[in-house]
């Protein structure tokens, strides 16, 4: 998966009325890939707690966001990495789960699951940090191994080489 975490002094989702807001703390906001595991759950879980921004008693936002698994294919989003809405609900909310069994469950909040919000962050410092689950058949000892987010950027760099005209070509082509 994908996270971004923000330290942050305030957050807040809204609706049509505040649902969920918290103070100083910070927000997270989880992309969750075709490929994740409860492994990688954990993982990210234990991560993002032992972050050096995370402070004892800092209040915890978590926002379920699919655009984080967004590849560009010429200027198009395309977001067929990103784990299927149904399937996504369960895995988000087993990582809440397992969060909240690790930290302190009432300093963990999140927003809907899937609806539309206006977030508002206003981010201290700032400081914005990206993290990514390792890729599952990875060997972290072996250099020549590629992580999921290198391999993520050579696509995104072999398709923006190609640039539109080619990639008509190929499917103009007889």
Not at 75 to 85: C, G, I, Q, S, Y
Not at 151 to 170: A, F, H, L, V
Request: hydrophobic share 30%.
């Amino acid at each position: 998966n994908k996270t971004q975490v923000y330290r942050e002094t305030e957050k807040s989702f809204h609706l049509l009325e505040p649902i969920c807001a918290i103070g100083h703390g910070i927000c997270v906001l989880l992309g969750i890939s075709l490929e994740d595991t409860p492994k990688e759950l954990e993982h990210m879980v234990q991560n993002i707690l032992n972050l050096h921004v995370f402070e004892d008693e800092s209040e915890v936002l978590w926002v379920s966001q699919f655009t984080r698994q967004c590849i560009l294919k010429g200027n198009e989003p395309d977001f067929h990495l990103a784990m299927p809405t149904e399937q996504a609900e369960s895995f988000y909310n087993r990582f809440l789960e397992q969060l909240r069994k690790t930290y302190r469950s009432e300093l963990t909040k999140d927003g809907n699951f899937g609806a539309y919000m206006q977030v508002h962050i206003q981010n201290d410092g700032p400081v914005s940090i990206e993290l990514e689950s390792p890729d599952p058949g990875a060997v972290t000892s072996d250099p020549r191994q590629l992580s999921k987010l290198e391999k993520q950027q050579q696509m995104k760099d072999k398709t923006r080489d190609r640039g539109p005209s080619e990639s008509n070509k190929e499917t103009n082509s007889p």
